[in-house]
C-alpha cells in the first residue's frame, strides 16, 4: 500500500528539498532529479548506487508492510481492508504535514520560486488538479491491493502478483513510451512463466480472488507508469507527491467508509483496545508511509518496470515468511520450480540493469 517525486536541481537531487537557501550539507533525505532521470531511462543507462539503495529500502519495506496487513485482516480478522488504507493515508498525511512545519522537508523542487501556497493544502489547486490521476490511480492501487490480500494465500499472491511485469511493460509504453531491450523482454518472459508454473497446482483456486489479484496488476501498473509522467510536469519533490495523494484520497476514503458503515463496523471490532492489533496497524501504517516513499524514489531513480522486478525479488522472503507465518499453500515440485523461475528471472534482470540495458 504501498507512493515520491524529486528535485531538478543538478546538484541537489540528493536531498528533499528542504528549503530553497538551505546548502547541501544540511539536507538529509534523498529525492531524484527528474530530467536525468528520464535521459537515463530512455538511454538504459546503468542503475546507481543511490538507485540500488531505493530499490533495497523499497523490498524491505513491502515484505514488512504485507506481513502487518496480512497479520491485521487474517490473524486478527480486522472486516475492513478500507479501514486500514483510510488510517494509513491520515498517518502519512500527518508525518508529511509535521515534517513540513518543522522545515525539514518541502514539497516542492524549488522552493525559490514565486508560487502561491493555498494554506489549507500546503500546494497550488493547480498542482492538486495536475495531480488528481495520480492520486485516484493510487487509491485504487492500494484498495484492491488491500482486498487482493485478504482474498488469498501470502505465497499465491505473491506468484500472481509476480505477472505485474507485463502490466507494467504495456502501460510504460503506451503512457511514457519507454521501450525495452529484448534480453529485458526476455527476463520479463521467465518471470510470467515462472508465475504460471508455480500456480499451476494451487489448490486453493478461486475466481474472485484471482481476479481482485489480477485487478491490483492493473492498477499498479498504471500508477507507477503515471508517478514518471506526472511527477515531472507537477514540480513537486516525492513529499509533494505524496502530500497530494494523501489530502485528495484521505477525503474520498472517509467518505466512503462512512457511508458503506465501514467505520462503525472497525469501530466495535472486539480487538480495537488490544495492544497486539495496535502495534500491528501502527507498524501498518507506518511501513505505508515508508513503501510509498520507496516506491516514488524507487519508480524516479530507476523505472517503473525495475520498482515491479523489486516487488518480484523480495518475494522470495515474502513467500517464506507467508508459508512459516500464515501456511495456505501446499508444497510441491511445480510451487518450487516456478518460484525458482521467477527469482531467476528476477536476478537476470537486476543484472541487464546493472549492464546499462
Not at 13 to 21: F, K, T, W, Y
Amino acid at each position: 500500500m504501498m507512493d515520491a517525486k524529486y528535485s531538478e536541481v543538478p546538484r541537489q537531487r540528493d536531498l528533499p528539498g528542504a528549503l530553497a537557501m538551505a546548502t547541501v550539507k544540511n539536507q538529509k533525505l534523498p529525492v531524484s532529479d527528474h530530467s536525468k532521470g528520464e535521459e537515463s531511462r530512455s538511454k538504459g543507462s546503468a542503475m546507481t548506487r543511490k538507485g540500488a539503495y531505493a530499490a533495497i529500502s523499497y523490498m524491505a519495506s513491502a515484505v514488512l508492510l504485507i506481513m502487518f496487513n496480512k497479520a491485521a485482516l487474517s490473524s486478527y480478522n480486522f472486516p475492513r481492508a478500507n479501514v486500514i488504507t483510510l488510517f494509513q493515508t491520515l498517518c502519512s498525511c500527518s508525518i508529511l504535514y509535521a515534517m513540513k512545519c518543522w522545515k525539514i522537508i518541502s514539497f516542492s523542487m524549488d522552493e525559490s520560486q514565486s508560487i502561491t501556497y493555498n494554506p489549507a493544502t500546503l500546494v497550488p489547486f493547480k498542482t492538486l488538479a495536475q495531480t488528481f490521476p495520480l492520486a485516484i490511480s493510487y487509491l485504487l492501487y492500494m484498495l484492491v491491493s488491500m482486498e487482493s490480500v485478504r482474498s488469498i494465500n501470502v505465497p499465491m499472491y505473491t506468484t500472481l502478483r509476480r505477472t505485474t511485469v507485463a502490466f507494467t511493460m504495456t502501460m510504460e509504453y503506451l503512457l511514457t513510451g519507454q521501450k525495452h531491450s529484448p534480453s529485458v523482454v526476455a527476463c520479463v518472459g521467465i518471470i510470467i512463466l515462472g508465475a504460471f508454473v508455480a500456480g499451476a497446482r494451487d489448490l486453493s483456486f478461486d475466481v474472485y480472488a484471482y481476479a481482485v489479484v489480477f485487478m491490483a496488476n492493473i492498477c499498479t501498473a498504471i500508477y507507477l507508469a503515471l508517478i514518471a509522467r506526472i511527477g515531472k510536469s507537477s514540480g513537486l519533490n516525492t513529499f509533494g507527491l505524496m502530500w497530494c495523494n494523501g489530502i485528495i484520497c484521505g477525503p474520498i476514503l472517509l467518505f466512503l467508509t462512512s457511508i458503506r458503515g465501514d467505520l462503525e463496523v472497525a469501530l466495535n471490532f472486539p480487538h480495537i483496545f488490544s495492544p497486539g492489533f495496535q502495534v500491528v496497524m501502527l507498524l501498518s501504517c507506518i511501513m505505508a508511509f515508508l513503501i510509498n516513499y520507496c516506491v516514488f524514489l524507487n519508480t524516479t531513480l530507476n523505472s517503473a518496470l525495475t520498482q515491479t522486478i523489486c516487488g518480484n525479488l523480495k518475494d522470495l522472503i515474502t513467500i517464506g515468511l507467508g508459508w512459516l507465518l500464515f501456511g495456505g499453500l501446499p508444497f510441491d515440485l511445480f510451487n518450487v520450480i516456478g518460484q525458482s523461475l521467477g527469482f531467476l528471472g528476477s536476478c537476470l534482470y537486476a543484472y541487464n540493469k546493472l549492464k546499462g540495458e
